[in-house]
């Protein structure tokens, strides 16, 4: 499993209260963490779920692993959205604000 700088800017600027700029990301979820802090916890999560995400890439489905909604990863009194292409590239990462919003995410999909 990977995180390029693509992908990693992309988390950090959707999902970092410091890099809202102006009202678009108002609805996102956002950690409650810093810098480092958040690569620590992507690498903690991802561990968590290390023996699932590896069958499920081994498997060779050509399908993403995806942890949402109510199958999201709980780690230490948060859950988060996981999606990790079948390459092994982690495509998103984001904690979910409340169980509604982890709720709704479900039937969003």
């Known amino acids: 499993m990977y995180l390029d700088l693509e992908r990693f800017l ?3 600027a959707r999902h970092v209260t410091e890099t809202h700029v102006g009202g678009q990301f108002a609805v996102k979820t956002v950690f409650q963490y810093k810098y480092d802090d958040i690569i620590r916890i992507i690498q903690a999560v991802i561990e968590s779920e290390a023996t699932a995400i590896q069958e499920h890439l081994a498997a060779g489905s050509g399908k993403n692993f995806l942890r949402m ?7 230490e009194g948060h859950y988060y959205r996981v999606e990790i292409e079948s ?6 990462f984001h904690p979910y604000n409340n169980n509604d919003e982890r709720d709704a995410d479900d039937a969003a999909a």
Do not use: A, N
Request: charged share 25%.
């Open 10 to 12: 992309h988390i950090y």
């Open 69 to 75: 909604g109510k199958r999201s990863i709980y780690y």
């Open 87 to 92: 390459d092994g590239r982690l495509l998103t």
